[in-house]
């Protein structure tokens, strides 16, 4: 099977920009699962889709939005962007919510200048 | 804050020693406990994983050893390898949903 596969691996935006972050999970995965990854911050839970409806959202501000397609396929958005939204976001699927392995995909790194 | 402490920051062990990664979770509602090791430049990927009706799992030269009363779980590599250099993340999570808090993370460096 083919792993989660994220678009596009490497991104630099200008502050006040926004950016679309797309993830195909794994065939027959309908939980997809997004997390920033920053030095400081370490594994930081953005939010998780289970068959198109969010199901858990983490403490990042509004500017952070998603969605899930009904090939569970998903994107995340991130408006107006900040210095500090520079991250890896990884997304990861899994074919059921909760006591099972996360497939993390190897993750888009956003860069803002 | 956080809510998983890994400890320590990082390590360096000879190949065929033993790494100890240790973990302590304040959430006593969280119920279940996986590892995870990333290498540079990939996501992370689960190693083993521990629910708290369990005191120990072992897969292969991986052990989880869980303390529910202390609140801490611990990750053992046996007969550790050069291969095995990589970060190692604890998470917990709680509620059967895919909502990890994971730990900084600890960087293994094993030296042949």
């Known amino acids: 099977k083919a792993g989660v596969t994220q678009t596009p691996r490497y991104l630099i935006k200008t502050r006040g920009q926004q950016v679309t972050l797309s993830c195909s999970p794994i065939?027959?995965?309908?939980?997809v699962s997004w997390y920033q990854q920053t030095p400081g911050q370490g594994l930081q839970f953005l939010f998780e889709y289970f068959s198109e409806t969010q199901r858990n959202k983490g403490n990042f501000p509004g500017r952070f939005s998603g969605r899930q397609f009904s090939n569970s396929r998903s994107e995340m958005n991130v408006s107006t962007l900040e210095l500090g939204d520079s991250a890896l976001y990884l997304c990861?699927?899994?074919?059921?919510?909760?006591?099972?392995?996360?497939?993390f995909g190897n993750g888009t790194r956003l860069t803002v200048t | 804050q956080q809510q998983v402490k890994q400890s320590p920051q990082s390590l360096i062990v000879q190949k065929g020693g033993i790494s100890i990664i240790n973990c302590a979770y304040e959430?006593?509602?969280?119920?279940?406990f996986p590892w995870y090791q990333q290498f540079p430049g990939k996501g992370p990927a689960l190693l083993i994983a521990?629910?708290?009706?369990?005191s120990e799992k072992k897969e292969g030269r991986f052990t989880i050893s869980f303390n529910k009363s202390a609140k801490q779980f611990s990750l053992h590599i046996m007969d550790s390898q050069p291969g095995d250099s990589a970060t190692y993340f604890c998470a917990a999570s709680m509620g059967g949903n895919n909502r990890l808090a994971f730990g900084k993370g600890n960087q293994v460096v094993v030296i042949p």
């Open positions: 521990i629910r708290p009706d369990v």
């Open positions: 990861a699927s899994s074919p059921r919510t909760g006591y099972s392995p996360l497939h």
């Open positions: 065939s027959g995965h309908r939980s």
């Open positions: 959430n006593t509602a969280f119920d279940y």
